[in-house]
């Protein structure tokens, strides 16, 4: 079955950089636009940024444009984000996530509804 691990997560001060990473397993991951959501307690799961299949196109959430970046590689089946200016608002659990469909334009829409394989998440928080 498919499986997503997020790593990497932890406790780091307001300013400073962090890059979590999410290793996938069970589908031909070449084929499939990958993304990274947060959620944080009392809120939503909001997008925060998508790579598509073939690390073609990036796109990112408004409020972590310029400090986060998203990256793929396909011969180990992983992605990462590398998150730099840290702000205690980026405290969250970040989830990577896989597209139902394979070969999936982002230009569409990166709503939550488009992935169809999650993983377990990983936490960061950010202090100030």
């Known amino acids: 079955q498919v499986q997503l691990a997020e790593s990497g997560g932890g406790l780091v001060p307001a300013g400073s950089s962090l890059k979590i990473s999410c290793l996938v397993s069970g589908l031909n991951f070449e084929q499939y636009g990958m993304a990274w959501f947060r959620q944080s307690p009392g809120k939503e799961r909001e997008f925060v940024a998508a790579?598509?299949?073939?690390?073609?196109?990036?796109y990112y959430a408004d409020s972590v444009k310029g400090r986060f970046t998203i990256a793929r590689i396909n011969a180990k089946k992983m992605i990462y984000l590398q998150m730099n200016s840290l702000k205690p608002e980026d405290t969250a659990i970040y989830y990577c996530?896989?597209?139902?469909?394979?070969?999936?334009?982002?230009?569409?829409?990166?709503?939550?509804?488009?992935?169809?394989?999650w993983g377990q998440g990983t936490q960061v928080t950010v202090t100030s």
């Open positions: 996530a896989a597209t139902s469909t394979p070969y999936y334009s982002f230009v569409y829409s990166r709503d939550a509804h488009v992935f169809g394989s």
């Open positions: 790579v598509s299949w073939n690390a073609g196109v990036t």
